[in-house]
């Protein structure tokens, strides 16, 4: 697979304990070192209580990520200009999600501004929902503007009919997923570093048609200010792909939040002439 361990943030006495254990556990590893709360998806500390947590703006937001897409205004949208490039990845199981971070190089062009690509991420299920109906995943892209400005590509993963069924847009296994999904790290605080080159402009769906709406960040502290483009056309994974993702995080989604004087628009048809691969 061509990934190795390159750091370990846990003590070498927690992980000797770890690797004894099955997957899915979920330590804090970055919290540890921070002074935020120990938030996650269930009970107690789940995202109904992120507001109490020392995150004001996951209860009080009027802005906030996902939400339900559903009634968008079509209007004319910007296609989104995808300038990605192969890059080696690094992994790091965050406690949260799994993070595949990216050199400098990879950019989305959006109504003339430019985001770099810094890192994709996934949760289980999505969190973005279509109608009321969820999907088993979701993928977010996430770029910064040399301002600080944030935009998020999200795209809806869909389920193979059938563990060996054919994925994405091609005939077989979309082999970046494939390969992305070979290298994730199942304790939290490991980071790996992959060797091998990962194109991101692999994960997009052919059609480039998206939903448009100024959100937040999904997790605490929930930041407004982020601009979402939901790609229409969801990623067909297999359900291979699923269960080993579902191993190492089963629950990592913020449910929808209300809209509340929000526009969602829809648009960016045209997108994938654009796209550059
Ligand atoms: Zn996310």
New binding site residues.
């Given amino acids: 697979m061509g990934t190795k361990v390159r750091g370990l943030a846990l003590p070498m006495l927690f992980l000797g304990g770890a690797l004894g254990l099955q997957s899915g556990i979920v330590v804090a590893g970055e919290e540890a070192k921070g002074s935020g709360a120990h938030w996650g998806y269930e009970g107690e500390t789940g995202p109904a209580n992120w507001g109490k947590m020392g995150f004001p703006a996951c209860a009080e937001g009027k802005n906030q990520s996902p939400i339900d897409i559903n009634a968008a205004a079509e209007v004319t949208l910007d296609p989104i200009r995808f300038d990605y490039k192969p890059a080696p990845l690094q992994v790091v199981n965050n406690g949260h999600?799994i993070q595949f971070n990216l050199p400098p190089g990879s950019t989305i062009t959006i109504g003339g501004k430019s985001f770099t690509l810094a890192q994709f991420?996934f949760?289980g299920g999505s969190?973005h929902t279509v109608k009321g109906k969820g999907f088993p995943m979701e993928l977010?892209l996430v770029h910064k503007a040399e301002d600080g400005e944030l935009a998020v590509v999200g795209i809806l993963l869909a389920a193979a009919e059938s563990e060996s069924a054919p994925v994405g847009h091609g005939a077989a296994a979309n082999p970046t997923l494939e390969r992305v999904f070979g290298a994730l790290p199942a304790m939290a605080g490991l980071t790996l570093t992959s060797d091998q080159q990962i194109d991101p402009a692999a994960l997009l769906p052919h059609d480039r048609a998206y939903f448009h709406y100024k959100g937040s960040l999904?997790?605490p502290p929930c930041s407004e200010g982020v601009n979402w483009f939901v790609m229409g056309e969801p990623v067909t994974i297999t359900r291979k792909q699923l269960l080993h993702y579902a191993s190492v995080f089963d629950n990592n989604a913020r449910p929808p939040q209300p809209l509340h004087s929000r526009n969602l628009y829809h648009g960016g048809k045209g997108g994938a002439a654009a796209a550059g691969h």
Wanted: glycine share 0%; proline share 0%; hydrophobic share 0%.
């Fill in positions: 999600t991420h949760h969190e977010h999904t997790t």
